[in-house]
């Protein structure tokens, strides 16, 4: 079950993070900090399933509610209010406010959709402790509207990222962002989810089930998170 807390946002506001503890044997010194999408809390099915398995393979994770989400609104805040909160997530856990929870370790941030863009622009803004970024759908351009790119941040982000793109995205397919990533200074990889949508969902239909897309996509974060953060570190 996850553990339950409160952060401080600012002198009169304050938001939910739920800690999801890696079992103490095989715990790995890193943490994921997941941010939710715009259309859903972090206690939305997709958010609880990637934290709680993350968590079972040894990656403590820990997601939190944008202001607008924790007082039951469905319009999101404004990008500075995002950042915000997010950044105050960011400060309590280098501050140990989670250490019982979660341990001592490396920081990896991210999130869905656009908890990811929200991620990247605060690494983008400063990447000190910030080791590595996990995008789920990263929200490349609105759909049907690949013109309105929100790609000119990223060569500002120091840290290595991870892209896990559907490749039906209607925000932006592996194709897309292909030649974004090509012209980012930090390590950067892409896994393209065969057949998935912007929520990473694939059709019945499918040549693989959903449960074998989901372990493929948890597989792809395990592997990244100790290859490039975890080993990168040593």
């Known amino acids: 079950m996850p553990i339950s807390a409160k952060v401080s946002i600012s002198s009169s506001d304050q938001t939910t993070a739920l800690a999801y503890p890696a079992p103490r044997k095989g715990r790995l010194p890193v943490s994921l900090v997941l941010a939710h999408g715009a259309g859903a809390s972090q206690t939305s099915g997709f958010m609880v399933q990637v934290a709680t398995a993350l968590a079972a393979r040894g990656i403590g994770c820990l997601t939190f509610n944008f202001l607008y989400t924790e007082r039951g609104r469905r319009l999101p805040d404004r990008n500075e209010a995002l950042e915000l909160c997010y950044r105050k997530v960011i400060e309590a856990f280098h501050e140990g406010a989670f250490r019982r929870s979660l341990g001592e370790g490396r920081l990896v941030i991210g999130g869905k959709s656009m908890g990811g863009r929200i991620a990247s622009q605060v690494a983008?803004?400063?990447?000190?402790?910030?080791?590595?970024?996990v995008f789920l759908g990263y929200p490349l351009h609105p759909p049907g509207r690949p013109e309105k790119l929100r790609a000119s941040h990223l060569p500002a982000i120091r840290a290595p990222m991870l892209f896990v793109q559907g490749e039906r995205d209607a925000f932006g397919t592996p194709k897309e962002l292909r030649p974004v990533i090509r012209r980012l200074k930090a390590p950067a990889e892409l896994c393209a989810v065969a057949g998935?949508?912007?929520?990473?969902?694939?059709?019945k239909r499918a040549d693989r089930t959903q449960s074998e897309v989901d372990a493929f996509v948890l597989d792809t974060i395990d592997t990244w998170i100790r290859r490039t953060v975890l080993k990168r570190a040593q």
């Open 196 to 203: 998935a949508d912007h929520s990473l969902k694939v059709p």
């Open 124 to 133: 983008a803004a400063n990447s000190a402790g910030i080791s590595g970024l």
